[in-house]
């Protein structure tokens, strides 16, 4: 069955960035993608963007358009998810989850904290 | 952006009973294309990732047990336990991934015993 293991919470201040990694096992990591999704304090999950891991494709949420950079390294079956001038309001668990086509999420990560504060 | 609103926001059930959710997009998430329905649905337990129930509004995944349906068309969906378990209180949430980013999420219903 897929995996996907993300890297531990990160304590962050304001305007600093943070890189979470997402290595995945058990599947040919160039067949799916990589979505990115949030999920702050009683927020509704939300949609960041993916990546391709077979092109290096990328689409973004115009949220997050100018803040996020979504890589991978397929030498070592990972997704990475950077984002910059972090705020307070990006406090919030972050998930990497597997993408059958560009549609569904079939396997997510554990979640990673990250938390913005000063 | 397609908004995507369940109801209720928290649903108390007794055990053995049904359990209905409701879900309802913005716009049609039908694709007269394929006729296919964009929606999947989710249940979440406390500390833990979602896990995909439903595709395609009404296509089980594998291992989801068959109490656990999915049904409905163009913007208007619900997900049934027809008999609630314990193991079922959980958070759940649809999302739909109607071709054209961004994918939106409900913002999901507390299901409790």
């Known amino acids: 069955q897929a995996q996907l293991v993300q890297s531990g919470a990160e304590l962050k201040k304001p305007g600093a960035s943070v890189k979470v990694s997402c290595k995945a096992s058990r599947y040919t990591f160039t067949d799916y993608a990589v979505h990115w999704v949030r999920q702050a304090p009683g927020q509704r999950l939300e949609w960041m963007g993916w990546i391709v891991p077979g092109n290096g494709n990328t689409v973004y949420s115009q949220n997050f358009q100018d803040r996020v950079t979504l890589t991978t390294d397929t030498s070592a079956s990972t997704a990475y998810m950077e984002l910059n001038n972090l705020r307070s309001d990006d406090t919030a668990v972050y998930y990497c989850g597997r993408g059958v086509g560009l549609h569904w999420l079939d396997c997510w990560g554990q979640g990673t904290q990250v938390t913005v504060s000063s | 952006d397609i908004v995507m609103t369940q109801s209720p926001d928290s649903l108390a059930v007794s055990l053995g009973e049904r359990a209905t959710i409701n879900c309802k997009s913005s716009q049609s998430l039908l694709l007269s294309d394929n006729n296919k329905n964009y929606l999947a649905w989710y249940q979440q337990k406390p500390g833990q990732p979602p896990k995909l129930l439903f595709y395609?509004?009404?296509t089980r995944e594998s291992g989801v047990p068959d109490r656990f349906s999915g049904a409905g068309s163009g913007a208007d969906f619900t997900l049934t336990i027809s008999s609630l378990q314990a193991e079922d209180v959980a958070f759940y949430f649809c999302?739909?991934?109607?071709?054209?980013?961004?994918?939106?999420f409900g913002q999901g219903t507390r299901l409790e015993v």
């Open positions: 395609w509004a009404s």
């Open positions: 999302q739909q991934y109607y071709p054209g980013p961004p994918s939106t």
